[in-house]
Nanobody
């Protein structure tokens, strides 16, 4: 059974930091690109950061560049999102995604973890 379980969300003041984790099971983690997405109230889900299978390539949406860092540990089947200098506009539910391109696209989502940035 495929599972992506996010953790590490919570409430923090502007300027604070959080580290999100996404633990994967039920599939061969190292063969999937991983990414973090977020969805704020009333908005569509959007890509935040992505990392290739062996962490050679990392991509970030412009609004988080220099503040967020995505990483992965294939030995632990876990992907991370270190979030620093958090802003109120970072408030959203953060989702972990696993994707692999083959004959068809295989894709899995986690259940999401809430991040609230407020003074």
């Amino acid at each position: 059974q495929v599972q992506l379980v996010e953790s590490g969300g919570g409430s923090v003041q502007p300027g604070g930091s959080l580290r999100l984790s996404c633990a994967a099971s039920g599939f061969t983690f190292s063969t999937y690109a991983m990414s973090w997405h977020r969805q704020a109230p009333g908005k569509e889900r959007a890509l935040v950061a992505a990392i290739s299978r062996f962490a050679i390539r990392k991509n970030y949406t412009d609004s988080v560049k220099g503040r967020f860092t995505i990483s992965r540990d294939n030995a632990k089947n876990t992907v991370y999102l270190q979030m620093n200098s958090l802003k109120t506009e970072d408030t959203a539910v953060y989702y972990c995604n696993a994707r692999r391109f083959g004959v068809s696209i295989e894709e899995y989502w986690g259940q999401g973890t809430q991040v609230t940035v407020s003074s």
